[in-house]
């Protein structure tokens, strides 16, 4: 990548101030006008000294990954950091507290483990903080201020942000931080820089816009939001919370519904009720919360009823890992459920695509009369990326409803599968719907004929939703035509999918990508041509089984090469690479 | 002539029928309960009910679970909603949020509300959603063919008590009583006319209101709760009766060998409603708060 390109590290433990620090960080890497992808991990206890860090890529071109490698490591707690002094690359830095409080034994510096190539910079973090302020909290802001003084970054840019971050406590703890901020960068101005990392200046848009900083689960918010969403209904779960408690400032505020509902079963029930009654209605769970709700889909999918339910998946089975990430309720969300109910399922590969599925979902939901599943995982739901606003609201208002015809055919037999509806309250629309097999008119009937004429227009109308105006469904990247290796990807690995696929087109191997963002119905035809182009498709994701592989290999009867991997953390760029080259020489010796 | 020798001619007494106007509520799909279920004494009552408030049919919704008594949103020319075993009430909760102005009537059997359903009634009760639940407890399943429920008495011999009922059944009306539904009251399907009344009084509340209807299940019952039994049984509260005193409608629901038919319990708290209007009020108020990414 030309440009600026280069990831900071922070690791300390919780109480450190670690993940205030990365927070600072990117926070004015955005102002500035850099593109920011950031991902922090913490700890599942909300106390105790577990380890945090605080990852920040920040690049003037677009990114879409972390990187495996961090140019720049900073330790706030050198136990935490010194299994991570190996993920800083040969001349890049590693920056530590040279006087910290304790009597660390013997190897327990993080000095002792860096190795010849890394450049080391021991500040005494502590101390400066106590003369510059009187007490040694403010350690992790000396820390960020030496830091961005030794790469020559705006120290008012940091101010600004450290002002942001603290507007809501007095004005002293704001001024304590700065002065922090101060003393740190200064302590940087006299130092030698030996690394070879350099920040050079932000690109600006030429049509001046600004981007915005965003998580996952943020952008699902404003694509609701921007969407008119009506009624929201949720009970809390990782990663998917912080989803409702921003709902429940921004809904009140313009005239929609939160509640927080007594378990997952009741969400999406009055999820589906609301929808019912015409509402666009949402609600967002995690795996557990969606094997509560599957029997409800179901219902969704057999009264024909649009509902939105955003699920960010975290490390299972069962209460698993609740704090790491993983992608392994892929199966679930498409197939959950008792009977054949196809429901839409979408799988957001970034920040951006968090806002725009979540927002269409609720088109979709109403155009074909579907509970819609739009899936992320805790990865995507908590990383930053900046992302610039759209000027106008993309998403098309509510579609009108009301009944045809002199007697109501709510579930009329029609060409495309998608029938009239009427929502109460509209006259000439009475009607009851069920979960019972019905006929046109939604009277029960457990007639075979009928039964399989409603279950081909349930499954007929969801078909041209693979190819819906405004939404990317499937997509393809890099070079067109054949290729050796074709690497297919859903969710928030295919970020790292792509960062790998670049490298190894850098290394002269014929690869290309695709993502699936359209998980149910598969955009078929787009995966066969695909299939047809590559030699082999390798599918990196973040399972124990390969979910998606099974799926596409199932679904087109073709092989694929598995990658799984369930370790609870993102997929590695250079774990895609590595496997992308032993199938590369692999397809060249079987070619000789 | 004597009245009752006068012929009666079918024509006229349809006509008769058609006349008084609360038929127009009912769908043209006849009823598949058994001839003799009490379950026939809802369908007429709610008719009578929504005649009586003179609510029109498209601005009422009818949310039902599963079960025999569930069937009820088929019979009626309301909206309706046959949901699933035990989710009638955040369905209904849902349809509320979403449109005030419907009048939304929650319906189940004993099983659906107090065995898979039991997790929902207590937070429709205390967020008093302004709705209407009425549940019709015959103590058994019926739709399933006859096993026990929460609410069968002890002894009962079912398909799957065969050696007798030992589970100590619950009280409703206890429970939401002490769950703060804002109105509680019980009907009886052997009495129609109280049961059309109280149907059109607990509609008319403000606020969660619910409705414990006797009724038996002719096919599946023939020992406990029979007509026979029931019509013996039921008594009225007494007179000089507080409905809104707590602690005496709690000692009214204790008695469950004759249970008495009324208005056990009715406060005026504010509704779901009324609580998310005051947010909104109170939100509108405050200054934004950071973290909008
Ligand atoms: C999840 C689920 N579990 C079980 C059933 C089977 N089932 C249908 S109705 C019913 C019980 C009905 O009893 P009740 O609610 O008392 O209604 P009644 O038929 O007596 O009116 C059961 C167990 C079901 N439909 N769904
Ligand atoms: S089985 Fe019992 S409850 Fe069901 S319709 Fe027949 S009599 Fe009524
Ligand atoms: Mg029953």
């Known amino acids: 990548m030309n440009g600026t390109d280069v990831q900071f590290a922070i690791c300390g433990s919780a109480g450190d101030g670690t993940i205030a620090a990365g927070d600072i960080l990117k926070r004015t890497m955005a102002l500035m006008g850099y593109k920011v992808i950031a991902f922090d991990i913490y700890p599942a206890e909300i106390r105790g000294f577990g380890k945090c860090i605080s990852r920040v890529r920040v690049t003037t071109e677009q990114a879409y990954s972390l990187k495996h490698q961090s140019d720049v490591l900073m330790s706030l707690n050198d136990a935490h950091a010194i299994p991570h002094v190996g993920e800083v690359r040969d001349f890049g830095a590693v920056i530590y507290d040279n006087a910290p409080i304790a009597r660390l034994p013997e190897g327990g510096h993080v000095s002792a483990h860096i190795r010849p190539m890394q450049l080391p910079y021991g500040v005494s973090f502590r101390s400066i903080s106590d003369r510059a302020t009187g007490n040694a909290r403010g350690r992790n802001i000396v820390a960020l201020g030496y830091l961005a003084g030794l790469y020559g970054m705006p120290a008012e840019a940091f101010h600004q942000t450290i002002a942001n971050k603290f507007a809501t406590k007095p004005q002293a703890v704001t001024d304590a931080n700065v002065r922090a901020f101060e003393a740190g960068y200064e302590a940087a101005i006299g130092t030698f820089k030996l690394d070879d990392v350099v920040m050079g200046s932000p690109l600006h848009r030429a049509d001046g816009a600004r981007a915005v900083m965003m998580t996952g689960n943020g952008a699902v918010v404003r694509g609701l939001m921007d969407a008119g969403i009506d009624c929201y209904f949720g009970y809390p779960i990782t990663p998917a919370t912080t989803i409702m408690e921003r709902l429940a400032v921004e809904m009140p505020r313009r005239g929609g519904r939160m509640l927080q509902t007594e378990d997952e079963i009741s969400a999406i029930a009055a999820t589906i009720g609301a929808g019912y009654a015409g509402a666009r209605s949402a609600t967002a769970t995690s795996g557990p919360g969606l094997a509560l709700m599957a029997e409800m889909l179901g219902l969704g999918v057999m009264a024909e009823v649009p509902s939105v339910v955003i699920v960010s998946q975290r490390g299972g089975p069962s209460t698993g890992m609740p704090t790491k990430t993983e992608q392994s309720d892929l199966n679930m969300a498409v197939f959950g459920g008792a009977g054949d109910a196809r429901r839409i399922v979408l799988a957001p590969t970034n920040v951006e695509g968090c806002y725009r599925c979540a927002g269409l979902a609720f088109e979709l939901a109403e155009k074909f009369q579907t509970p819609v599943i739009v899936l992320l995982d805790l990865y995507l739901s908590n990383r930053y990326e900046t992302v610039i606003p759209p000027k106008e609201n993309p998403f098309e208002p509510k579609q009108a409803t009301g009944p045809q015809g002199p007697v109501f055919r709510r579930f009329e037999l029609t060409e495309s599968g998608v029938s009239p509806r009427a929502v109460p309250g509209q006259a000439g629309g009475v009607h009851t719907i069920t979960g019972l097999e019905h006929n046109e008119l939604g009277r029960p009937s457990d007639q075979p004929d009928n039964h399989v004429a409603m279950s081909a227009k349930r499954y007929r109308k969801l078909e041209p939703a693979t190819r819906y105006p405004g939404l990317t469904t499937i997509k393809r990247f890099g070079a067109a035509g054949k290729v050796d290796i074709g690497i297919l990807g859903w969710g928030s690995t295919f970020g790292e999918i792509l960062e790998a696929m670049f490298e190894a087109e850098n290394e002269g191997i014929s690869c290309s990508a695709m993502k699936v963002v359209m998980l149910s119905p598969l955009p078929v035809d787009e995966l066969e041509a695909f299939f047809a182009d590559c030699r082999v498709v390798l599918v990196p994701e973040l399972n124990h089984e390969g979910q998606l592989a099974t799926l596409v290999s199932g679904t087109l009867g073709r092989p694929v090469v598995r990658l799984p991997r369930a370790t609870g953390a993102p997929m590695r760029v250079d774990e895609i690479l590595a496997e992308v080259r032993r199938l590369a020489a692999e397809t060249a010796a079987a070619a000789e | ?293």
């Open chain 2, 1 to 293: 002539m004597n009245e009752l020798l006068k012929p009666v001619y079918l024509e006229e007494k349809l006509e008769e029928i058609r006349a008084d106007g609360h038929q127009d509520y009912r769908s043209r799909s006849l009823p598949t309960w058994c001839p003799g279920c009490g379950y026939f004494s809802m369908a007429e009552g709610f008719t009578l009910a929504l005649k009586k408030l003179g609510r029109s049919a498209e601005e009422v919704v009818v949310v039902s679970g599963i079960g025999c008594a569930s069937r009820f949103p088929f019979f009626v020319n309301t909206y309706g909603f046959h949901t699933l075993h035990g989710r009638t009430l955040p369905v209904a909760t849902g349809v509320k949020q979403a449109n005030d102005a419907l009048t939304v009537v929650a319906v189940g059997g004993d099983g659906d509300a107090f065995a898979i359903g039991g997790g929902h009634i207590p937070h429709a009760a205390r967020r008093n959603v302004d709705i209407t639940y009425l549940v019709f407890d015959n103590g058994i399943y019926g739709l399933t063919k006859g096993q026990t429920s929460p609410t069968s008495v002890l002894g009962f011999r079912t398909s799957t008590s065969p050696y007798e009922n030992g589970d100590e059944p619950l009280n409703p009306l206890m429970m939401l009583l002490a769950y703060r539904a804002s109105w509680v009251g019980q009907a009886y399907a052997g009495h129609p006319h109280h049961l059309a009344d109280m149907i059109a009084e607990a509609i008319a509340h403000r606020g969660f209101s619910y409705l414990h209807i006797l009724s038996p299940c002719v096919t599946f019952d023939k020992t406990t709760r029979t007509y026979r039994n029931l019509n013996m049984q039921v008594r009225d509260l007494p007179s000089g009766y507080d409905r809104t005193d707590l602690a005496a409608a709690m000692g009214e629901a204790m008695k469950v060998d004759h249970p008495a038919l009324g208005v056990f319990y009715e406060e005026s708290r504010p509704t779901l409603a009324d609580v998310m209007d005051e947010t909104a009020r109170k939100a509108g108020l405050s200054p934004v708060p950071a973290g909008g990414e």
